[in-house]
């Protein structure tokens, strides 16, 4: 099945796709690497009437470091962070998720801002910022907000994007040297969507601990002080310290009835830990 027919523009500058957006007839879809959106026209499960292609705004293509934040433009391909081709300020962490994305073909082309809007549960960066403690800007024609990756996505393919807004870049706070990252995911094969997702950041010289429990088919658990999942406290044993049983009753609390998803999601979390642990 093709695409059904759509207008096709191509700005030259970010202010004038904020623009097309804000003055364009009927529905508008963002595209950029395509390799959601693509898919979906095809399929004719979206039929937008135009469609803008941000694809070379080169303003969408930085990355950079200011002060103790990481700023990548939402254009910055999965392959572009894989590839080390941009700075790191998270010791090899968002390089280690972009190389378990899909397949190379699509992280070639995938782009981190065009993941993050499509808001698909069992997509990586919706379930790996949030755990790097990362903020979103959004951008349109009056000005920019910056949203934190937790509160981005709202539902399953839903965000707390409008419709007048587009993603202009991820900020990654860097990591401090005494912290360790853990990601893990389970799937039937590699490149295929995720049955569960897990990421943490573990500080045992703070003592603090973010736990991201995502592919849950709402917004990933986001648990910014995990301190009830290690007994309470957060040591250098924090491996050992794991409660398994408590982390089964929070997904439980969370709506997750079926124990065998529990139990994949528990699994995948406690990989994620050891992985922080190594």
């Known amino acids: 099945m093709k695409a059904a027919p759509f207008s096709y523009e191509r700005p030259s500058g970010l202010n004038a796709a904020l623009t097309l957006m804000a003055e ?3 529905s508008a879809k963002i595209i950029a690497g395509g390799q959601s959106l693509g898919p979906m026209l095809n399929l004719r499960l979206v039929q937008p009437d135009t469609i803008i292609d941000i694809s070379a705004l080169a303003e ?34 968002m390089q280690r998720v972009a190389s378990n994305i899909a ?9 981190i801002g065009g993941s993050l809007s499509h808001a698909d549960p069992a997509a990586d960066w919706i379930s790996a910022l949030p755990a790097l403690g990362a903020k979103i800007r959004l951008r349109n024609p009056a000005g920019q907000r910056d949203v934190a990756a937790e509160d981005f996505m709202t539902g399953a393919l839903e965000s ?11 900020r990654v706070p860097a ?14 094969k590699p490149g295929e969507f995720a049955h569960a997702i897990a990421a943490v950041l573990i500080d045992p010289e ?6 991201v429990i995502g592919a849950i088919d709402a917004p990933p658990i986001v648990l910014r002080e995990a301190l009830p999942l290690f007994g309470g406290k957060i040591t250098g044993d924090f491996l050992r310290e794991f409660d398994v049983d408590a982390a089964d009753t929070l997904l439980l609390k969370a709506g997750m009835t079926d124990a ?16 922080a642990a190594a």
């Open 103 to 111: 397949y190379r073909a699509v992280r070639n082309r995938g782009t």
């Open 206 to 211: 703070a003592a603090s601990a973010r736990v």
């Open 160 to 170: 707390a994007l409008a419709a007048d807004e587009l993603v202009e870049s991820v």
């Open 175 to 188: 990591m401090r040297a005494s912290a360790r990252w853990g990601y893990a995911k389970a799937c039937r």
């Open 260 to 275: 065998a998803d529990r139990h994949i999601h528990v699994a995948t979390l406690r990989r994620a830990i050891a992985e």
């Open 60 to 93: 969408l293509k930085r990355a950079e470091r200011e002060g103790d934040e990481l700023v990548i433009g939402a254009c910055v391909t999965h392959g572009d962070i894989e590839d080390g081709r941009i700075p790191d300020v998270t010791r090899g962490a």
């Open 24 to 26: 364009v007839q009927g």
